[in-house]
T-cell receptor, first 118, second 114 residues
């Protein structure tokens, strides 16, 4: 049973280019969360998605950033016109369908995608 | 806005020392508190705490939650160099009926010297 898969693991972009990060959740998981980790900092929540729905995007910058989780295929975090400040590790995590008291609260993390903007 | 604060920010100890990492939180609709260890790759799950005063233990690591003080501690005894990592505290809160949300603290960076 594969874990959360993220790709690419490393991505280098020049300022102004687009970055696309992909996340395939664990089998059977329909909740996906994206976090950003800047050097020397903890994980900052960006966006929470279920299949075909954005549930909460309060942690995502209003411009240049977008996320989707289509019915088929991985979740994608898209950053347009990247700037140097976007350089960070982007982690995806998934959890199973929430079942009220049965939910353990544990998220399963991917190994992250490290974006470097030159 | 939910808030999780960890202290200290960083810590350097020698092998064999005992360390205590702190996590305090302010959240609405608290469900649980979780500890993760992050080395070079993905954060890995350590503990989930839901009830006050009940210690969870795994080898040299243990953790306890104090809901009255809105805090938790993570203890590591007889530290080893392999314990060097960032330790992340996260608090899970109910988010409507759609699922739970995690808010992470900034982490404590632990370095264990031989």
């Amino acid at each position: 049973n594969a874990g959360v898969m993220q790709n690419p693991r490393h991505l280098v972009r020049r300022r102004g280019q687009e970055a696309r990060l992909r996340c395939s959740p664990m089998k059977g998981h329909s909740h996906v969360y994206w976090y950003r980790q800047l050097p020397e900092e903890g994980l900052k929540f960006m966006v929470y998605l279920q299949k075909e729905n954005i549930i909460d995007e309060s942690g995502m910058p209003k411009e240049r950033f977008s996320a989707e989780f289509p019915k088929e295929g991985p979740s994608i975090l898209r950053i347009q016109q990247v700037v140097r400040g976007d350089s960070a590790a982007y982690f995806c995590a998934s959890s199973p369908l929430h079942l009220t008291s049965a939910n353990t609260g544990e998220l399963f993390f991917g190994e992250g995608s490290r974006l470097t903007v030159l | 806005e939910d808030k999780v604060v960890q202290s200290p920010l960083s810590l350097v100890v020698h092998e064999g020392d005992t360390v205590t990492l702190n996590c305090s939180y302010e959240v609405t609709n608290f469900r649980s508190l979780l500890w993760y260890k992050q080395e070079k790759k993905a954060p890995t799950f350590l503990f989930m705490l839901t009830s006050s005063g009940i210690e969870k233990k795994s080898g040299r690591l243990s953790s306890i939650l104090d809901k009255k003080e809105l805090s938790s501690i993570l203890n590591i005894t007889a530290t080893q160099t392999g314990d060097s990592a960032i330790y992340l505290c996260a608090v899970e809160a109910a988010f409507n009926n759609a699922g739970n949300m995690l808010t992470f603290g900034g982490g404590t960076r632990l370095m264990v010297k031989p």
